[in-house]
């Protein structure tokens, strides 16, 4: 978030989350909360609230307490999340799982959730909303859960699976956001467009850079999707073209154990199979789309240039 009223909105969220830290009480309920909060984060989803007020001329200081409570929710979920996915580092560091143990990770993240609502309680419209978008990300991530290993899995599951789990809560917080705002009700679906266009973009571009990116700027090894056999776009798309084809080589690597696959072979198919450039052409696609729908909200265009800098910031490069 390079860009001046971005970085004065991730700033003032700084020093929310800062505050309602500082107030929790010192007990092992809450000191996960602090620790997790506490990691190295864009705050990409709680600075959409405040971006989505500003647009339509509210103040974003007023908005405050929603936006924080949309990044508890979204860390709710990230506590939860690696406990399911045994991951061991959040952003570099332990998981509250691994740091603590498992059943204080769902405590504490259950305890996150309610923390977020009461936040969230000021307006029950707006309370609606969130919680229609807040079960959005859970069933997204069930349905994450029953893609795995599953050959039948289409393209039309995927991107409903990454539109729920990381699609709706983007989506979200930029409705609530004008919503609070006051904002007509043509461009809070016009803007909600937009964040759900943006979010499915940007999780595309995340496959292509597990895939194909430099590990060096992506920071984790090259291919990690492929080897957990997680059902992407791109591997999804590479099986449809290798049944075609009368190829067999990635069912081999998927039938053998994640430690014995050959993740080169597997990127060199994929090569072969030409999906990178269709997932690059569905980047592409939805990004023309979110920027569509700002582009139809009625708000002079000047006023759109921190929404036109976030999606450069979430989409600027597939390598």
Sequence with gaps: MSDATLAAHRARIERRIASWVAGLPDDGLHA???YLLGLPAKRVRPAAVLLAAELFGHDPDAVLDEALAIELFHNFTLMHDDIMDRAPLRRGMPTVHTRWNVNTAILSGDALLVKA??????RPD???VFSAHALGVCQGQQLDMDLEGRDDAGVAAYMEMIRLKTAVLLSGALRIGAILA?????DVEHIAAFGEHLGLAFQLRDDLLDAFGDPDKVGKQRGGDLRAGKRTFLLIRALEHSDARGRTELREELRRSTEARDVDRMLRVLGELGVEAEAVAEVERHHALALTALEAIAVPAARKAPLRRLAHDLLGRTR
Excluded: E, F, W
């Design 182 to 186: 006051d904002a007509p009700a043509a």
């Design 32 to 34: 996960p909360m602090a």
């Design 126 to 128: 707006v309370s609606a």
């Design 117 to 122: 609502y009461q936040l969230m309680a000021r």
